[in-house]
Nanobody
Framework: QVQLVESGGGSVQAGGSLRLSCTAS????????MGWFRQPPGKERELVAA????????????YVAASVKGRFTISRDNAKARVYLRINRLKTGGTAVYLC??????????????WGQGTQVTVSA
């Protein structure tokens, strides 16, 4: 089972930037596609970005939701067993709990089975 821990959340002004990090258990990390979800207060959870594992031949190997495309970038560092979410030009609508998730598959397409505890991002006007 994959263990996930997020960090990097906090309070920022609109227009600012953040980089969220998710650290996974090293023994399984390279086999898992990874995703970032967010859930604003009172709204449904949505997938905002995902990335395939090195075992996948997916082309493209990443996914970014249309609502955040051009502002969000996902990347991974397999040596450090980490996945990152770079968020630029934050909007007030970006206020949410951001969660890291993993799949028992190399491809980012599909349901996610393992979840971190979440990290809060609060954007002020």
């Amino acid at each position: 089972q994959v263990q996930l821990v997020e960090s990097g959340g906090g309070s920022v002004q609109a227009g600012g930037s953040l980089r969220l990090s998710c650290t996974a258990s090293r023994r399984t990390f390279s086999s898992n596609a990874m995703g970032w979800f967010r859930q604003p207060p009172g709204k449904e959870r949505e997938l905002v970005a995902a990335i395939s594992s090195p075992d996948s031949s997916d082309d493209p190997s990443t996914y970014v939701a249309a609502s955040v495309k051009g502002r969000f970038t996902i990347s991974r560092d397999n040596a450090k067993a980490r996945v990152y979410l770079r968020i630029n030009r934050l909007k007030t609508g970006g206020t949410a709990v951001y969660l890291c998730a993993a799949r028992n598959s190399s491809t980012w397409r599909g349901l996610y089975e393992y979840w971190g505890q979440g990290t809060q991002v609060t954007v002020s006007a």
